[in-house]
């Protein structure tokens, strides 16, 4: 099958481009270089931004399956007009799709913060964003509701947090943190986290697009591991497979202050400090979403959370051995 992925070299994209590969005919579209070495011959320099290298990708591919990972998808932006990729580059996909004989089944991206992290959403439609890029993707939601059937067959996907191979922040950091001895956990605090292992996610996607159409065409469904995780044992887990000690419990006001001072160092413009109250608030609050919907569709995920973390471990190992040999060795 004629596969495109959009924002291929991208965390959740780099995964998916790797267990497509072996059998199908996949092209990744991204406007940066692949992060596997190994996936540099699927890969097409372009933006979604710019309609013209995007048609002539679908064009020259006539891909049968889109997935449309290609986002901005940081915080940074001081408004929805920083992130013209979410808005103009969906409808740019929505054009390209249209312009084929045969329109592909293009399953899209859309993010868990077009929700405020403590609401828990009653239908689809109940948008709590609280940052511009969470209005932004309420835009792409809407633009695809809207605009998609023009397209061909669509599918849209809400991931969760999702962690493993290939992730940067703010996952890798608390696996970083934990394996330093720098997290610790809460007293009175041990919430519940939909979140998601990579390899899971990647299963849903080739799931729900190789579905029938009458039960994904329209449709919304979570990526995320079922059941939600528990935020202490995860990170027991992670220490377990570093061989390092468990982490220690604090009282909450202690957490409290160490936050404040990451809120300061942020308005000093230092841009990623390890705790925020932002963060903290998203890592103490419970983020339980209804994946029933996907697990009809995909049923049983083939990664427990043991083994998501065991993968996740030994990549992250894998990746320090490699950057430590010298660079001829690499190229």
Do not use: C
């Not at 964003?129 to 059937?149: C, F, H, N, W």
Request: net charge negative.
């Amino acid at each position: 099958m004629r596969i495109l992925v959009t924002g291929g070299s991208g965390f959740i994209g780099t995964n998916l481009v790797e267990v497509l590969k072996s059998n199908h005919d996949v092209r990744n579209f991204d406007h940066k270089m692949p992060q596997d070495r190994t996936h540099f011959q699927f890969w097409t320099e372009g933006s979604v931004d710019d309609y013209d290298a995007l048609a002539a990708v679908y064009n020259d591919h006539q891909p049968e399956v889109v997935y449309h990972l290609a986002a901005r998808t940081d915080l940074h932006g001081e408004s929805i007009d920083d992130y013209p990729a979410n808005t103009q580059g969906v409808r740019n996909i929505i054009a390209a799709g249209e312009s084929l004989a045969n329109r592909p089944h293009t399953v899209y991206a859309s993010s868990r913060l077009v929700f405020a992290i403590d609401h828990v959403p009653t239908h689809d439609y109940d948008y709590k964003p609280t940052t511009p890029y969470g209005e932004s993707k309420v835009q792409t939601e809407l633009i695809i509701r809207d605009e998609a059937d023009r397209g061909g067959t669509w599918t849209m996907v809400r991931p969760t947090s999702i962690w493993g191979p290939w992730f940067g922040i703010p996952y890798r950091d608390f696996f970083d943190t934990v394996e330093r001895g720098r997290y610790v956990k809460t007293i009175g605090q041990n919430p519940n986290k939909s979140y998601g292992f990579v390899g899971n996610a990647v299963h849903e996607l080739v799931q729900l697009a190789m579905a029938p159409t009458e039960k994904v065409h329209g449709k919304v469904f979570w990526l995320t591991d079922y059941p939600p995780i528990v935020l202490d044992e995860w990170a027991d887990l992670i220490a377990d497979e570093f061989r390092v000690r468990r982490p220690y419990s604090v009282p909450l006001w202690a957490l409290r202050a160490a936050a404040k001072l990451g809120d300061a160092a942020k308005a000093l413009g230092y841009r990623e400090p390890p705790l925020t109250s932002f963060r903290l608030r998203n890592l103490l609050t419970d983020m339980n979403y209804d994946a029933t919907s996907t697990q009809q569709i995909v049923g049983d995920l083939p990664y427990s959370t043991n083994e998501g973390v065991r993968l996740t471990v030994d990549w992250i190992t894998q990746q320090r051995t490699t950057t430590k040999q010298p660079a001829e060795a690499v190229l």
